[in-house]
Nanobody
C-alpha cells in the first residue's frame, strides 16, 4: 500500500530552523522523485522544491533558495526538508508528494501526504 507521511512540523521563531521528514512506503525512492509543496491560509498550493530519483539533483522555488535544502535517505525511504532562516511568510501546511519520474519538472505528483503545519511566529 502506497503511503506518504510527513512529520516534523511545529512552531518556530523567525530566523529559526526546522526539519521536516517525509517517509514513504509501498514504493522505492529509487524510482520516485519527491516534491515538497506548501499552502498558506487563503492561498494556492505552491511548489517548494524537489529531489530527483535518478541522481538526487534538486530544484527549489526562488523564495526558498539558499534557505531550504532537500535530501534523501533511500535506505530509510525518507526525504527531508531542512528549513533555515525561517520567515513568517513560510507559515503554511507543508506537503510531501511522489512522482514516478527520474527527474523533477512536472510538479504533478501522483501520491500525496496529509501535510504538516509549520508556523513561524515570534
Amino acid at each position: 500500500q502506497v503511503q506518504v507521511v510527513e512529520s516534523g512540523g511545529g512552531l518556530v521563531r523567525p530566523g529559526g530552523s526546522l526539519r521536516l521528514s517525509c517517509r514513504v512506503t509501498g514504493f522505492s525512492l529509487d524510482y520516485y522523485s519527491i516534491y515538497w509543496f506548501h499552502q498558506a491560509p487563503g492561498k494556492a498550493r505552491e511548489g517548494v522544491g524537489c529531489i530527483s530519483s535518478a541522481d538526487g539533483s534538486t530544484d527549489y522555488a526562488d523564495s526558498v533558495k539558499g534557505r531550504f535544502t532537500i535530501s534523501r535517505d533511500n535506505a530509510k525511504n525518507t526525504v527531508y526538508l531542512q528549513m533555515n532562516s525561517l520567515k513568517p511568510e513560510d507559515t503554511a501546511v507543508y506537503f510531501c508528494a511522489a512522482d514516478r519520474a527520474a527527474y523533477c519538472g512536472t510538479y504533478l505528483p501522483e501520491y500525496w501526504g496529509q501535510g504538516t503545519q509549520v508556523t513561524v511566529s515570534p
